[in-house]
């Protein structure tokens, strides 16, 4: 079975801080593909990174950057220098060949709140 | 370009009503699905339909109606509706094949059943 596990709820953060988003999921797939999404106030669901499984290079973009380990199965999302606009529930999702690719499991979400 | 379109955004329903909720997308792709978005739980799948004429059950299939007449329609039915579907729900769109693509999501519907 496929699953995306969000543990952190809630993090609550003051403007510049750093912080980290932690996803860790569990697939039998030998290709899949992981994402995050980030929901704002406003409710829409915006793209932020897709994923597949042989890529393990880290990506940066921005203030924005990712953590792929297959060894710990983990896609940790970190934004630097965090702002206020960066408030938001981030989901972290994964699909792969079992599940159908086109179908997304997301995990709880993480709701962040950047104060200043 | 207007992406996936859903209508309505907000609606209170009833226990017992039924509705339609409404997508269309524009992008000619093959894949359409709807979620449902509740607290602490994330986004499950409701239905999908990898092309006209064509849809299955997702996680939470109960309850929901759907069908594909045409590439940019893929309309959610509530039939009786219960307050266990308060929900935001979400209509997404892909493209279809091997190689995962993006998903589009829509804007969501929030839905109140009383």
């Known amino acids: 079975a496929q699953k995306v596990t969000q543990a952190q709820t809630e993090i609550s953060v003051v403007e510049k801080e750093d912080v980290t988003l932690d996803c860790v999921y569990e697939t039998r797939d030998t290709t899949y593909y992981l994402f995050w999404y980030k929901q704002p106030p406003s409710g829409e669901l915006v793209f932020l990174i897709r994923r597949n499984s042989f890529d393990e290079q880290n990506e940066i973009s921005g203030r924005y950057s990712w953590n792929f380990q297959k060894s710990t199965s983990s896609f940790n999302f970190t934004i630097t220098a965090s702002q206020v606009v960066d408030s938001a529930v981030y989901f972290c999702a994964l699909s792969g060949a079992s599940g159908g690719y086109n179908k997304l499991i997301f995990g709880a979400g993480t709701r962040l709140a950047v104060h200043p | 370009n207007a992406g996936v379109t859903q209508t309505p955004k907000f609606q209170v329903l009833k226990t017992g009503q039924s509705m339609t909720l409404q997508c269309a997308q524009d992008m000619n792709h093959e894949y359409m699905s709807w979620y449902r978005q509740d607290p602490g739980m994330g986004l499950r799948l409701i239905h999908y339909s990898v092309g006209a004429g064509i849809t299955d059950q997702g996680e939470v299939p109960n309850g929901y109606n759907v069908s594909r007449s045409t590439t940019e329609d893929f309309p959610l039915r509530l039939l009786s509706a219960a307050p266990s579907q308060t929900s935001v729900y979400f209509c997404?769109?892909?493209?279809?094949?091997?190689?995962?693509?993006?998903?589009?999501f829509g804007q969501g519907t929030r839905l109140t059943v009383v």
């Open positions: 997404a769109s892909s493209y279809s094949g091997s190689v995962n693509t993006e998903a589009f």
